[in-house]
Structures are given as C-alpha cells and as structure tokens.
C-alpha cells in the first residue's frame, strides 16, 4: 500500500504522503518469526512499475524509515510455531508513524479511529497509554 492522507484524497483530491514513514517492530512473537517481513518497493503512485525491492526482517525494537512515498507492505510469515501447532498467543505488534511537512491534520474532520487518527484525548473511560 501507499501511506496517504485520506482526507486530502477526499476532500481536495490530491494525493499527499508523508515525507518519512517508519515501523516500529515493538513485538515479533515468542520464537522471533511470527510475521512475514516488511517489503519496500521503488515504485510510486504517479510511476513507473517497481524495479527494486527491499526487504527487512522484523527484529524486536527494531526501528524502520523509509520515504513515505514509497510502495510497501508485509509478506504472509508463517502462523505456526516450530512444534507445527498454530500460533494463538503469539503476537506481532507494530507502530507505523509518518513524519509530515504540512498540517495535514487540519484537513477535515478525524475519526477517532483509523488512518490519521489523532491521539486519543484521556477520558475517565480511555486512559493514555
């Protein structure tokens, strides 16, 4: 996929992507392969088909960058454990942040969740972090 700003797509109908996108790999499963690993591509929206490709391994507190124009994505990892029995418990849990230069948080009205979503408020009910 391409990281975008879904509310300047909508409303203005124009295509923005971050300037820097990144994955933070906070949890990659108990035997350190759960997940398919991450796979960047030279291509863009308005280019030419891809050429190149990267592709980067999940590692614990591993932090990835990359330009946030670029398309990426995960490959299908193997959602089993070594003894063969699939894996329940076991989790990969990631953080994708992207770095903008212009205020695209003030195009439109946010949803509380999804892409682009703004930090929840603290409430009584919801509680940060």
Known sequence: HFDTEENSLQIKRKILHPVVSSVLYLSIGNDGNLGGPTILLNQRVDGKMAEKAWVVNPVKGGFLTFPGDLLHGVLPGKPWTESGEESSDHHRLTLMVGFW?????????????????????????????
């Not at 969740?113 to 972090?129: E, N, V």
Request: aromatic share 4%; hydrophobic share 25%; proline share 17%.
């Open 101 to 129: 230069d212009s205020p695209v948080g003030k195009l439109g009205k946010r949803v509380t969740l999804g892409p682009c979503a703004p930090i929840p408020k603290q409430t009584r009910s919801c509680t940060w972090p």
